[in-house]
């Protein structure tokens, strides 16, 4: 069985902190997909990263960066110095390439509240 | 271009009717996939399209709950019978085709309340 679980259920800062949401992620894949979304108070979820099971190596992207480590199945994503406008619900997913139509399995999200 | 359209936004139903749920994928997208989210839960997969036919139904939980995309493109999510449970929100995505790397387009997602 797959299963994505993000631990926290919200995250409150203040403007400017950085802010780590954790994901741990099961699977009995070798090979496979993770990606994290956003979606704000408008409801539509909005795509932001992806990264393949066989390349661990980490980016940055802006002010978004985040850390897999294939050792511990986890998939950690950062907002570096946060604005109020990163407040939304933030989901993991995983899709596996045995899965030939690509359905996304989504943790329960965790809520990021930034304030100002 | 145009993202994923979902209508209606919202809609309110009593238990025991029949609904329907439209989704405008992409243009051009050929891959089409349904997912239901509840109150403070990630989206859970429903069903997916590849064209026309549905590739991927395993989601669907129960035989009241039924989708097609007769032409490839717009695709209709109905359910039957309509119970309390089933409210949530409803919401499709869209990619270029069905491949593991694909990214999905979502759309704002359709808020189903049945009374």
């Known amino acids: 069985a797959q299963k994505v679980t993000q631990a926290q259920t919200e995250i409150s800062v203040v403007e400017k902190e950085d802010v780590t949401l954790d994901c741990v992620y099961e699977t009995r894949d070798t090979t496979y997909y993770l990606f994290w979304y956003k979606q704000p108070p408008s409801g539509e979820l909005v795509f932001l990263i992806r990264?393949?099971?066989?390349?661990?190596q980490n980016e940055i992207s802006g002010r978004y960066s985040w850390n897999f480590q294939k050792s511990t199945s986890s998939f950690n994503f950062t907002i570096t110095a946060s604005q109020v406008v990163d407040s939304a619900v933030y989901f993991c997913a995983l899709r596996m390439t045995t899965d030939s139509w690509g359905k996304l399995q989504f943790g329960a999200g965790t809520q990021v509240v930034v304030t100002p | 271009g145009a993202g994923v359209s979902q209508t209606p936004s919202n809609k309110v139903t009593e238990k025991g009717k029949y609904v329907e749920l439209r989704c405008d994928p992409i243009s051009g997208h050929t891959a089409l996939y349904w997912y239901r989210q509840s109150l403070g839960q990630g989206p859970e997969f429903l069903i997916y399209f590849q064209g026309t036919g549905a590739a991927d139904d395993s989601g669907l939980p129960n035989d009241r709950f039924f989708a097609v995309r007769p032409e490839g493109s717009v695709s209709t999510l109905k359910i039957q019978r309509t119970e309390r449970g089933d409210s949530a929100v409803y919401l499709c995505?869209?990619?270029?085709?069905?491949?593991?790397?694909?990214?999905?387009?979502f759309g704002p997602g359709t808020r189903l309340t049945v009374l």
């Open positions: 995505a869209s990619s270029s085709d069905g491949g593991s790397y694909n990214e999905q387009f």
């Open positions: 990264r393949n099971s066989f390349d661990e």
